[in-house]
């Protein structure tokens, strides 16, 4: 059964800091890897999405890699923002089927 | 840009009432998902619809059931609400997932309908 863990489940950073939150999975049968953003009562948006194929994606100031035999993703975040305080998740979508795995989320702080 | 639209940001209901939760999309995507997302549980998978008419039960779909008659057009119905189906529920779609392009598809989501059953 895939799990998918979300280290820390709270960050709080003063702006301007590089920061790094990690998704770990049990199960390195996936097609991909999604990184999503959700604002305090709102739905989520999408940030990144990684092939099973690839190692990482960059948008900007956010870069995510994946390292599938470890069953590890990382979602690097460069100077951080004010802007960037929401929750962070990590969904997997796993082969031969159409169920995506959600993490918990990391929720983030960014103090000016 | 994608565009999911949840017809109801808030709703309050009573225990017993049958419920409807619609989700418009307009990127005419076959797939369709409704969520419910609780605190400490993250987001779990009720339903899923890969075509119109086609469904597939998730992992929570006990209470509920869903239908979609329209491509654009996904709804999701409590049978008779109760208090623990008090949640955030939140609707997403995706192209679909076979043939050359089934690794890439990333799911778009609506803002989501926070549900009160009192």
């Known amino acids: 059964k895939q799990e998918v863990t979300q280290i820390p489940a709270a960050l709080s950073v003063p702006e301007g800091e590089n920061l790094v939150l990690n998704c770990s999975f049990t199960?390195?049968?996936?097609?991909?890897l999604q990184w999503f953003r959700q604002d305090p009562g709102k739905g989520l948006t999408s940030l990144l999405l990684?092939?099973?194929?690839?190692r990482e994606q960059t948008s900007g100031r956010l870069n995510a890699s994946l390292d599938k035999s470890s069953g590890r993703s990382t979602l690097y975040i460069a100077a951080s923002q004010p802007g960037d305080s929401a929750t962070y998740l990590c969904?997997?979508?796993?082969?031969?089927?159409?169920?995506?795995?959600f993490g918990a989320g990391t929720r983030l702080f960014v103090k000016a | 840009d994608v565009k999911v639209t949840q017809s109801s940001r808030y709703l309050v209901k009573r225990t017993g009432e049958k419920v409807f939760l619609e989700c418009v999309q307009d990127?005419?995507?076959?797939?369709m998902f409704w969520y419910r997302q609780d605190p400490g549980l993250g987001l779990r998978l009720i339903y899923f619809?890969?075509?119109?008419?086609?469904?597939e039960k998730g992992d929570i779909p006990e209470g509920y059931s869903v239908s979609r008659e329209k491509k654009e057009r996904f709804s999701l119905i409590l049978e008779s609400a109760s208090t623990n189906q008090t949640s955030m529920y939140l609707c997403?779609?995706?192209?679909?997932?076979?043939?050359?392009?089934?690794?890439?598809?990333?799911?778009?989501f609506g803002d989501g309908t926070r549900l009160s059953i009192l």
């Open positions: 997403a779609s995706s192209l679909p997932y076979a043939g050359t392009l089934a690794h890439n598809q990333p799911q778009h």
């Open positions: 199960d390195s049968a996936i097609y991909n």
């Open positions: 990684i092939q099973s194929s690839q």
């Open positions: 969904a997997v979508r796993r082969t031969g089927g159409f169920k995506t795995i």
């Open positions: 990127m005419d995507h076959e797939n």
């Open positions: 619809s890969y075509d119109v008419k086609m469904k």
